[in-house]
């Protein structure tokens, strides 16, 4: 209970303050063929081979 609050009074505090405002999103496209297996997508990352290593054919 004692972080929730601390969470909740720090979402007040940014809320308030607004350090930032988004003015807009990407909006992106992504695909892969379908032999490739292991892609994730992440829409913190703005390359899609950010976790290539992890990539394998499976056939």
């Given at each position: 209970?004692?972080?929730?609050?601390?969470?909740?009074?720090?979402?007040?505090?940014?809320?308030?303050?607004?350090?930032?405002?988004?003015?807009?999103?990407?909006?992106t496209?992504?695909?892969?063929?379908?032999?490739?297996?292991?892609?994730?997508?992440?829409?913190?990352?703005?390359?899609?081979?950010?976790?290539?290593?992890?990539?394998?054919?499976?056939?």
């Amino acid at each position: 209970e004692e972080r929730k609050a601390a969470y909740t009074k720090l979402q007040e505090v940014v809320r308030e303050d607004l350090p930032f405002l988004p003015m807009f999103q990407y909006a992106t496209v992504r695909g892969h063929k379908s032999d490739v297996a292991g892609v994730v997508p992440n829409i913190n990352v703005r390359i899609d081979s950010w976790d290539v290593a992890t990539w394998y054919w499976n056939k």
